[in-house]
């Protein structure tokens, strides 16, 4: 996993200003005449100013570690990063992956008002077909998982894609 740099610098300087903060405070202090309160002003404004920077260190990283979770994902799989998807699919082809309960919840979760009938995961991973009826009539929508949430896909080569994986597969 990589570390960043930019974390680990911002950190240090953080520990840095409580320590300077601290150090300069304990110098003053030690002059004749001087009293204890500016040992804590500049103790107080040190720490406060290295909290500021240690919690900007922290967010770079908690960031960092979320793009290195989803990063293989994208490197394996072109077309999330690709806005182009070429239609290379073959209909005996297995399913690479499978989706998980907590994958399906979040469809089901997302369309609680429509009435699903099925959710297949296409050969391409994180996007799935899912099957709706309303009525006697049925309709697809072709949904994207691999992010945080449920997104329906926008791009029509790969609605038409999926969707024609659907229908040659006897799913139709």
């Not at 003053?28 to 204890?36: A, Q």
């Not at 967010?59 to 239609?87: C, F, G, H, M």
């Not at 791009?155 to 038409?160: E, L, M, N, P």
Request: proline share 4%; with cysteine.
């Amino acid at each position: 996993m990589y570390e960043n740099q930019i974390a680990k610098i911002l950190f240090i300087i953080g520990a840095a200003q409580i320590a300077a903060g601290a150090i300069i405070g304990l110098l003053l202090v030690m002059e004749p005449g001087v009293n204890w309160t500016i040992f804590f002003s500049f103790a107080l404004g040190g720490f406060v100013c290295g909290m500021l920077f240690i919690g900007f260190a922290e967010n770079i990283r908690l960031l960092q570690n979320i793009y290195d979770t989803l990063k293989p994902k994208a490197e394996s799989d072109k077309s999330v990063v690709s806005p182009k998807w070429n239609d290379t699919l073959k209909p005996d082809k297995p399913d690479q992956w499978e989706l998980e309960n907590s994958e399906r919840e979040k469809i089901y979760d997302y369309y609680r008002d429509e009435s699903i009938v099925e959710i297949v995961p296409s050969p391409r991973e994180n996007y799935c077909l899912v099957r709706f009826k309303n009525g006697h009539e049925y309709y697809v929508r072709v949904v994207y998982i691999g992010g945080f949430g449920v997104q329906e896909t926008e791009d029509g080569a790969i609605r038409q894609s999926v969707i024609k994986w659907y229908n040659e597969n006897g799913n139709g």
